[in-house]
């Protein structure tokens, strides 16, 4: 009878640090090596105008700007990916025609970090991590 229960210990102890592991796995992922999904700025005026330094007048005439383009990116929206894209690009470069020169790169590489931010989020949405 010993036997057994010692048997029965060990199976219970072996179970327990198997869940043990699995949850403290889980808990590294999430913490450790998964990015948080706010690490990027949001995607607004306002966060790009601390990125890139813009005057008020210049984050107000670009807020008129997003304004007016939002429209016609959201009709390129219902046509479908290839109509989203170059409404977009589109859109990308009549913000950057309204940017000092010196600022167009910085702009370019905060969307870009935008995109890279997007795409990891899509990717963790469709396999789930």
């Known amino acids: ?4 229960s010692e048997k029965a210990r060990a199976a219970g102890a072996g ?10 796995g889980i808990v ?3 913490t450790l090596l998964t990015p948080a999904p706010a690490q990027a700025s949001a995607l607004t005026v306002e966060s790009l105008a601390e990125h890139i330094d813009l005057s ?14 939002h429209t ?7 046509e479908g990916p ?3 894209r170059a409404a977009t690009q589109a859109a990308h470069r009549r913000i950057e025609a309204t ?8 702009f370019r590489a905060w969307m870009q970090e935008h995109r890279r931010h997007m795409m990891r989020r ?6 789930g991590r």
């Open 1 to 4: 009878m010993k036997r057994m």
């Open 15 to 24: 179970a327990l640090l198997l869940v043990a592991g699995i949850a403290m």
């Open 28 to 30: 590294v992922d999430r």
């Open 56 to 69: 008020a007048e210049e984050a107000a005439r670009l807020r008129i700007l997003l304004d007016s383009l």
């Open 72 to 78: 016609g990116v959201m009709a390129a929206a219902a």
């Open 82 to 84: 290839e109509a989203m």
């Open 99 to 106: 940017l000092d020169p010196g600022m167009r790169p910085e």
């Open 122 to 127: 899509m990717h963790r949405e469709m396999t």
